[in-house]
């Protein structure tokens, strides 16, 4: 068995290796199997709902909870470690000009890691 998106609705379609052609059960749209576009899967990061999209796609939106996922395909623009990150940085606590300890702390959003 392989697996295309179609091109109507963009379902997850099952199809036997010796077709040719196929046609979608939700939307009734012909697919060539000639022209099958390559499936990659991820798990949503909220929801845990194993969702498939094209490897062209640098996102994926779940059906189910709405999450925007990003996606590590090898269409995507930059590597799968290169995803905007959140950052913490704890500095030494120090001491006011009243004597108490001050806590020292940044919160920021990498655009790229480096």
Known sequence: MSELI???????????????????????TPNSTRSA???????????R???????????????MCRHV?????QGSSAPPDAWPQTVLVENPRTMNDKGK????????????KR
């Open 37 to 47: 576009s390559q499936v990659v899967t991820l798990t949503c990061g909220r929801c």
């Open 101 to 112: 300890l001050v806590s020292n702390v940044a919160v920021g959003v990498t655009s790229w």
């Open 69 to 73: 996922n990003h996606a590590r395909g």
């Open 6 to 28: 179609c091109t109507g609705c963009q379902s997850l379609v099952t199809y036997p290796r010796s077709a040719n052609n196929i046609r979608c059960s939700r939307c009734n």
């Open 49 to 63: 709902t194993m969702l498939a999209y094209s490897p062209s796609a640098s996102t994926v939106e779940c059906g």
